[in-house]
């Protein structure tokens, strides 16, 4: 029931910036938690930022300070500000609607890499 679309990807060079936006099919002022995930080669997928609908946020530890996350319920948007990007940044980004009592939806990803 809730879609969500991925922008803003690309190559940038390291110490640049970059925003995400994910767009959702329906309001996400009801939604629990939005949030951001990447996953590079050979790698896990893991949590990069979160933010629940009461403003609260959570950060991996090799992002914090350096990226943001940020939430328009009249938009059915969620941002994520990149700066600082260095190539370990690199993967593919997707995200996150957690609604409550609801199946968690996913994105599907859009293609993020550091490199001069």
């Known amino acids: 029931q809730v879609q969500l679309v991925e922008s803003g990807g690309g190559l940038v060079q390291p110490g640049g910036s970059l925003r995400l936006s994910c767009a959702a099919s329906?309001?996400?002022?009801?939604?629990?938690?939005m949030g951001w995930y990447r996953q590079a080669p050979g790698k896990q997928r893991e949590l990069v930022a979160q933010?629940?609908?009461?403003?609260?946020?959570n950060y991996a530890g090799s992002v914090k300070g350096r990226f943001t996350i940020s939430r328009d319920n009249a938009k059915n948007t969620v941002y994520l500000q990149m700066n600082s990007l260095k190539p370990e940044d690199t993967g593919v980004y997707y995200c996150?609607?957690?609604?409550?009592?609801?199946?968690?939806?996913w994105g599907q990803g859009t293609q993020v890499t550091v490199s001069s």
């Open positions: 996150r609607a957690a609604p409550i009592g609801a199946p968690d939806y």
């Open positions: 329906r309001s996400i002022f009801s939604i629990y938690a």
């Open positions: 933010i629940t609908s009461a403003g609260s946020t």
